[in-house]
């Protein structure tokens, strides 16, 4: 599979990652952002989100303070990457995680509840996929996804939640009036 191809069967792509980059994420989102869609999806969180805001002037930033008033807590930060994963999913979009650790034990794809036992990426992606949002993450490491989640390896690191058919471009079907 390439991924290059499937990036180039969606409008929108959003990102979700980790606050600390780790070697090789750099190189995948800049491998991304020259595939992907016209419009671009963010948070406002540093790390994953603010290389993506840096190299990616266009991109539409969910911050924070947009989605909760007050003290910021850190639901704050769920509440606005539900937003953003919403928002997603009636564009029909890509959700693109860069978690640069494991999934914490016990996370489940849900839409009922979003926590993400410490880490905001991981939840961000469990809730996508319960969407049924399209996601696509890169894992450094040999690291590995929950078995139960149902990706499958893409190669040189990256993980799917499109089946290998659902790759083919949707642009060129027969439309059909039944």
């Not at 003290?71 to 029909?92: D, G, H, P, T």
């Not at 978690?99 to 016990?106: A, D, K, N, Q, R």
Request: aromatic share 10%; charged share 15%; hydrophobic share 40%.
């Amino acid at each position: 599979m390439k991924i290059a191809d499937l990036l180039q069967n969606y409008n929108t792509i959003a990102f979700t990652g980790s606050r600390t980059m780790v070697e090789g994420q750099a190189e995948k989102i800049d491998f991304v952002l020259a595939n992907s869609a016209p419009e671009i999806l963010v948070g406002d969180a540093r790390g994953i989100d603010q290389y993506i805001r840096e190299n990616c002037t266009t991109a539409t930033v969910f911050k924070v303070s947009d989605y909760w008033s007050g003290n910021i807590q850190k639901a704050a930060f769920a509440v606005r990457s539900q937003a953003m994963v919403k928002s997603l999913s009636s564009k029909n979009g890509l959700l693109v995680g860069f978690p640069s650790s494991p999934c914490p034990e016990g996370l489940k794809i849900s839409k009922n509840s979003f926590s993400g036992y410490g880490s905001g990426t991981w939840a961000t992606l469990a809730y996508a996929l319960a969407l049924n949002v399209d996601c696509l993450l890169w894992l450094p490491d040999k690291m590995q996804p929950p078995q139960q989640w149902g990706l499958v390896a893409a190669g040189d690191g990256w993980w799917s939640s499109v089946s290998q058919s659902d790759h083919v471009s949707n642009k060129y079907q027969q439309l059909s009036l039944f």
